[in-house]
């Protein structure tokens, strides 16, 4: 069982990792094209703005499920970083059960977000706008997903640094 959780959750990791760096790439083309946009003689596309708002949305809800995973949302080390390590290691499971049940908690209300955006369409675009309400949907999952992850033992190991102030 614990291959198994281990595989899925290697692979929901490569999935966000690709689907950060993907968000990123279109992110960077986009904004490209507007800067681009302000050279006299080329002209900008007009849904350059509308793609690189979407591009920000999948940067952010892919990558939020791997800072999960990895230790890096953000926190307060200095609350925690001058604990002993075994309350630390409470404080983080705390925190991880806190995230999950929020997660959890909302997605229901996610659904029923993404549900109600059947029929709508991107202005500039012209493309069904459920591909961007998903979204809302993706988040919660993820975060959900990884921090069950986190629960069973599946996280990198984080050391804290007095000296320095971060994660080591």
């Given amino acids: 069982m614990r ?3 281990a595989v899925l959750v290697a692979g ?3 999935l966000c990792r690709y689907g950060t760096l ?3 790439a279109v992110l960077i083309g986009v904004v490209l094209l507007q800067v681009l946009g302000r050279v006299p003689g080329i002209r900008s ?3 350059t703005e509308e793609v690189a708002r979407f591009a920000l949305v999948y940067l952010v809800a892919f990558s939020c499920g791997l800072a999960l995973l990895r230790g890096e949302l953000v926190n307060v080390d200095l609350f925690v970083a ?3 390590e075994s309350a630390r290691r409470v404080v ?3 925190v991880d059960v806190i995230i999950l049940v929020f ?3 909302i997605i229901p209300g996610a659904w029923d977000y993404v549900v109600g955006s059947f029929g709508e369409r991107a202005r500039s675009i012209d493309l069904p706008m459920i591909g961007v309400y998903v979204v809302a949907l993706i988040i919660p999952v993820s975060l959900a997903f990884f921090s069950i992850a986190r629960l069973l033992g599946f996280a990198r190991a984080e050391h804290y640094t007095m000296e320095r102030g971060e994660l080591v």
Avoid: Y
Wanted: glycine residues 0%.
């Fill in 103 to 105: 997660a959890l908690a």
């Fill in 92 to 94: 983080d499971r705390f």
């Fill in 12 to 14: 929901a990791s490569a």
């Fill in 45 to 47: 596309p007009a849904w």
């Fill in 22 to 24: 993907a968000a990123f």
């Fill in 3 to 5: 291959r198994i959780l």
């Fill in 82 to 84: 001058p604990l002993p």
